[in-house]
């Protein structure tokens, strides 16, 4: 069965802010130099299939402070797609201390470890960091897709 909906890394969340706002900006963004626009079709089209794109607070933080890393008029552009992308998004909400507790949070931070919390086989994570993704798949669940397999297809 299909995963209902997918949660997002930060970087991931930035390809598609950008893309969204103008697919230029995916070669111009500082943080985006590893990427392509054919990176952010293929994005769109992966969160195509599910219904529900799935964030935590830590993930839209991390995603704000790196799109806020661009020079004007863009930068406004940037947060005003972020802004409805959080308007189309569900929200989840881990607590930091629950978050924290884990092993996790000694090796990836606390937005990754949120997101590891957050996890499950029916809301995987999407992600380019190979140890996140490994650490996801840690359980022996299917918690997690890594885009770069997606990017070799």
């Given at each position: 069965?299909?995963?209902?909906?997918?949660?997002?890394?930060a970087?991931?969340?930035?390809?598609?802010?950008?893309?969204?706002?103008?697919?230029?900006?995916v070669a111009?963004?500082?943080?985006?130099?590893?990427?392509?626009?054919e990176?952010?079709?293929?994005?769109?089209?992966?969160?195509?299939?599910?219904?529900?794109?799935?964030?935590?607070?830590?993930?839209?933080?991390?995603?704000?402070?790196?799109?806020?890393?661009h020079a004007?008029?863009?930068?406004?552009r940037?947060?005003?797609?972020?802004?409805?992308l959080?308007?189309?998004?569900?929200?989840v909400?881990?607590?930091?201390?629950?978050?924290?507790?884990?092993?996790?949070?000694?090796?990836?931070?606390?937005?990754?470890?949120?997101?590891?919390?957050?996890?499950?086989?029916?809301?995987?994570?999407?992600?380019?960091?190979?140890g996140?993704?490994?650490?996801?798949?840690?359980?022996?669940?299917e918690?997690?897709?890594?885009?770069?397999?997606v990017r070799?297809?």
């Amino acid at each position: 069965m299909p995963p209902r909906g997918y949660f997002v890394d930060a970087n991931l969340l930035v390809l598609l802010v950008a893309g969204r706002s103008a697919r230029r900006l995916v070669a111009r963004h500082r943080r985006l130099r590893d990427y392509s626009v054919e990176d952010y079709h293929r994005l769109v089209d992966l969160l195509a299939r599910v219904n529900q794109l799935l964030v935590t607070p830590n993930t839209l933080t991390e995603a704000s402070n790196l799109l806020a890393q661009h020079a004007e008029p863009e930068r406004s552009r940037l947060l005003e797609q972020l802004r409805a992308l959080i308007d189309r998004s569900e929200e989840v909400v881990v607590v930091s201390r629950d978050a924290a507790a884990g092993a996790a949070f000694l090796r990836h931070g606390l937005t990754d470890a949120a997101l590891l919390e957050a996890v499950s086989e029916e809301t995987p994570l999407l992600t380019i960091d190979g140890g996140l993704y490994q650490e996801a798949l840690g359980s022996g669940r299917e918690t997690a897709v890594n885009f770069e397999h997606v990017r070799a297809l």
